[in-house]
């Protein structure tokens, strides 16, 4: 029997991608699904049709989920039943996620894609392929906690492409330092952006973004210690825009090494990288944990996005860094709504299943 | 009598800024124009239009030059008659104006927005406000060529508006190293860029772009000496991309400076810088060279590459950076069509007239 | 003294553009501002900034208003002081001018940009230099309704550019019948469009824009008789897109005339149009109604929008429709902000004081 | 063994579509490539490859041809070696394909997307599902030109989705005339069209474009007589215009049925449409011809322009015209870069093989 899950959250966007990467799923089904008040009670299908104007809010490319789940009735998330239900994945906004997720988790193992716990030193923050021993951490969580599940967290869309390029480069080289420029999809402000704000612009601010791409990357680079992460001095600067492209997270990276690297070198670190976690061919999995290409036009994230999925981190223009000590430059192509959204909650979800950690 | 200028290039883009820079001009009439062989012997306004389909190629946003302009015959660039011509902008692909421009300056003094002669020790490198002691090799260069004019050139327009602000940085507190990462709009690119590349889309790499920032921004923050620029010894990293954007360069810009500035003193430099250039006046001038946004949502392209008609620059969200020493970053907005282009070598040229370089 | 003018939904974007229309007016001065409970009693300045962020929404191009604009208190709506005010702008969503405008209108002559009241028959709904007579309606509203002031309604943006066009056939040829397919700016709809939904996009539906384009363009069309509009028999059939464009809408229309026009007695009708009012000279006037494009590559929103301020509309290719009986068919481009809103208003206001409706 | 095919113009956008859907056919193998004389003596993988920077020209979205395509030596396509070859994809610009494809036809089946020979009279100009039957035609071209081959043509992309839905209606109520205005993708004009050009932007006007669907739309709904097509009198009055979207034209179409139809019978007969033909079940053939959408917010050509992998035409908002006699209209969305480009060759192809048109 397939492992029950329920998503909350799944009229929203984010929710939405975890629904996506859950259609058909080989090892998930889903079991229910929670959202606002306003949702409750109907079906899937009626909660996200204007009953007016029969406009339809399903926001994710490519087709509805399964007709099952059109018909499945909303819960209200407050009060999900969580009987039956092996995982959960919480998909909300950060408010919501402060209070929901420890109800949940105080029975279910929880996913959420959601900031609030992250960097609560017992909380893994993960990025499938690149830091899953920080999983451990979840015995200590069950333990302080008193807790029969746990909360595992994603983090921010920005810095999860940085962060797998970073972490190809700290376990060869070691890492001082980190700049970043990005230049973000609109998607990844789900649907609060006015067109009139970002049309033929960019805007050259994301409130909070920046400081989340400093903090959670190095909380991602860190070694598990006794029950917490040990963040390496890393210092990292970031500066994150928006610009007028659907999906796809831009990012200009240079990078202060510890030893001196060629480009090649650099090259070669991040084709070897995740090759472990890439053979277990998990569904969701990329092939490649990052795709280096030589054309320095590429990687552009209109055609790039996509590659394995949206699942691999697209990396060229590998080249010294003019100011940094042994710095390295190169640009990288991640899709925020794909390994760094939904569908990274489904691959760690896989790697949960295959690990043990549910139904344990 | 106005000071009588010929326009080389005038069909092409730049040429039609210059022009437009020059429409209804206090100082300066347009006696001459000049193209490819394609356009010479029509007048200005059948070099533009497409005869079978009516369809005219004047691409710079606003109205059409005056029809005095547009009824001028257009000659052959190569041979371009200089006699009663005081002045020549020569707008031109590279190739046209290696060879061409020395023709002009053998005669007249001749302000190029082209790149060939940008480096060469004698030629100055100039930005209006910024390093117009640099005019000073304008002397060297007639002795040592024996001409009766001379070229002066303006830099790319990347490297334009950053090096504004950097030589108020410079000045005040000095500058070791500046990494930049731009996000440049399509005009700047012409019309060879193809809809199909750029739409919904970032491209990583704009061939040459980041050596020509990282030479002529040395070049243009040098002091000049015995008839020759003397260059700092500032590192320099330049990554160019290209947005889906019309008219506007974004950069990234974080500073190593020589000497600790908080942010508010850096926003003091910025808006003091040029004061005396700016008292000038002269007709294209903006009013201030630097304009400073406190709020963190500016500068955005579409919002501020107009301000002060394209002649300012538009910088925000000023604050210190995590990695550099010293260091210091923010983001700035400069009009690559603008400043960088056209209106900057009509400014140039007022500077020219107004310092007696002209009809010397 | 100047004539002393509130402008209600000052906030909004509706409200913000009359303001940039009123900015250093020769006839109208800024005296009371007027917005929702939320901004009351705070400066106009802070009312649109965000306190914590410093983040600004100020959303029309250009400058911001003058100082003295900017330190006026801003009133609720529902209680604006009408003492010494000549003249209310009213700028407010559909509800909120259903409820505020009867109640300014009671004492002041009221300008509406909203749409409760447009189709009432003694409410006129005029377009400046086009159906101005309809203003005698004002005498048998203020008759019937025993108020001191009136509503004077604009039109829907999308049907102001059309009818334009359409009263000059009108008035030379007649019209039978016109079908529209509108491709309509961003701006049109407010910041309530997600940028997801239409970067890289057409949507092929506006809610309501399609009737609303119906039933007033006939009102705008009908002659005025005995205390009510005449409506004529035209029939029109509308589809209304959104595209990714900022601001201006295009729209390509074809029409039945009732006596046959070669596209050259159109054109010449179009140029002839509106000289009456535009001989007026008024502040915000364009010099042209119409402005006739003989280029078959214009209009274009981007190149035309903003062709005299955006107060004329910009027509081209027109030529023989294939299909309707005496069909002519073209494409114009309207500044769907500019004629089509704030400024339009501004306009009416003019031509209002100027043909003694204020201060009667 | 399977079907040897060669693709002329295989360097360019309409030869890569084609590359792209024969991509691992289970009918068809690429067996010859040909382009012009620069490319000829390269392999493919060169010959798209710039030497210098590494820039690779392959445009279509997803992934490059298999390795044995790129290991393929280019002929030069005036002497392309067609021995062994059952059928030639010619994709070639309009001068190109005037002088090359006879040549071929005259030995072997030729598939032509260009325009010069869509009207000759013994020329079919064929949709699959649309109008197969006009495919009789050949057997009089191959006799009156005394061929081998033959030349069977694909209409101009933006005749090809409206006319999928014309044939509908046409089969079921009649059609008295068509008034159409598009909004077309960026990709239709290939990479000629700047960036400039069109980003935030709407060019009103595609050379010839309105004269093609005028003509070619009646040429497909004709019926085929004695060895010539009877067009209907039907009258087509088009307007073209571009957007920024990067594929899928949207076209605004109002139609005059001969005999009345409801909506719902409108939307049956859409429904209904094609079953014959998708019941092959064709490698490359679409479900549905036609997918009615109810959402009135839809088709929009970024989220429909993929569906059934761009082989179907998305078609919604279907209710009266108030204009046109016995009027319906709709919207539609047609992948131009599919069905009305090289996958619509692919599928043709793959019919001409089920109906024993090739080695025949």
Known sequence: MKIQVAVVGATGIAGQQVLAGLDNHPTFEVAALAASERSAGKSFAEAITDPDSGIKRWYVAGAEPAPAVMALAVQEARTLKLDGIDLVFAAVESEAARELEPLYARRVPTISTARPHRMEPDVPLVIPGVNLDHLALVREQKRRRGWQGFIATLPNCTA?????????????????????????????????????????????????????????TRKILGRIGEGAIIEPPIRVSATCTRAGVISGHTESVSVALKTPASPEEVMAAFEAFGADFTRLRLPTSPRHMITVHRDPMRPQPRLDRDAEDGMTTSVGRIRPDEVLPNGVKYLLVTHNAAMGAGKGAVLLAEYLAHAGYLRA
Chains 1, 2, 3, 4 share one sequence.
């Open 160 to 216: 999860t492409g940085m962060a797998i390029t970073l972490k190809a480069l700290e376990a060869q080289f070691g890492i001082d330092a980190v700049m970043v420029t990005t230049m973000q999809g609109i998607s990844g402000a789900g649907r609060d952006l006015p067109a009139l704000d970002i049309v033929e612009n960019i805007i050259p601010y994301i409130p909070r973004e920046e400081e989340r791409v400093r903090i959670e």
